[in-house]
């Protein structure tokens, strides 16, 4: 019997679930499917830059666990440009982090849990104006298929 997969922190999801070649009818093409961890595993090494220590404590799994999610990211994203495939990006274990919010009165920060809905005002002022900081964005809808296990569910 397998172990049991770990929840992966994810801090956002994809703006488009789906990339194919132009050109070429989706129903002429192999697909690939590349996880919402692996994605975030290629967002933290490749865009951002992060050492494999660091960017694996973010996603709360062990380095090891970071470098193999990393390695089959990319060996898929490789696979589909070489190989003119669809790459749909679905599913995975994950848990959504926190999402921070600012208040544009008195500049307060704070944290709130995913799936919690959106704050009505400043815990500090009350001011209704309020935004959620754009680099911990998250889904507001909930698809996806296979390997959900607690958490939330994009």
Same mark, same amino acid.
């Given at each position: 019997?397998?172990?049991?997969?770990? !929840?992966?922190?994810? /801090?956002? !999801?994809?703006?488009?679930?789906?990339?194919? &070649?132009?050109?070429?009818?989706?129903?002429?093409?192999?697909?690939?499917?590349?996880?919402?961890?692996?994605?975030?595993?290629?967002?933290?090494?490749?865009?951002?830059?992060?050492?494999?220590?660091?960017?694996?404590?973010?996603?709360?799994? /062990?380095?090891?666990?970071?470098?193999?999610?990393?390695?089959?990211?990319?060996?898929?994203?490789?696979?589909?440009?070489?190989?003119?495939?669809?790459?749909?990006?679905?599913?995975?274990?994950?848990?959504?982090?926190?999402?921070?919010?600012? !208040?544009?009165?008195? +500049?307060?920060?704070? #944290?709130?849990?995913?799936?919690?809905?959106? &704050?009505?005002? !400043?815990?500090?002022?009350? #001011?209704?104006?309020?935004?959620?900081?754009?680099?911990?964005?998250?889904?507001?809808?909930?698809?996806? +298929?296979?390997?959900?296990?607690?958490?939330?569910?994009?």
């Amino acid at each position: 019997m397998p172990r049991p997969l770990i !929840c992966r922190r994810v /801090s956002s !999801c994809p703006r488009t679930e789906y990339f194919k &070649p132009a050109g070429i009818p989706l129903s002429g093409l192999e697909e690939v499917r590349l996880t919402r961890d692996e994605l975030e595993a290629l967002r933290l090494a490749d865009l951002e830059g992060l050492y494999q220590a660091e960017a694996a404590e973010k996603m709360e799994i /062990s380095r090891q666990t970071f470098g193999n999610i990393v390695e089959s990211a990319r060996h898929k994203v490789a696979d589909v440009l070489v190989n003119g495939r669809a790459l749909r990006i679905q599913g995975g274990v994950i848990q959504m982090t926190d999402r921070t919010f600012t !208040c544009t009165n008195c +500049q307060q920060q704070w #944290k709130v849990p995913f799936g919690t809905g959106r &704050p009505q005002g !400043c815990p500090q002022c009350g #001011k209704a104006d309020i935004h959620r900081l754009p680099a911990e964005h998250g889904c507001g809808r909930r698809a996806g +298929q296979g390997g959900f296990r607690g958490g939330v569910r994009p």
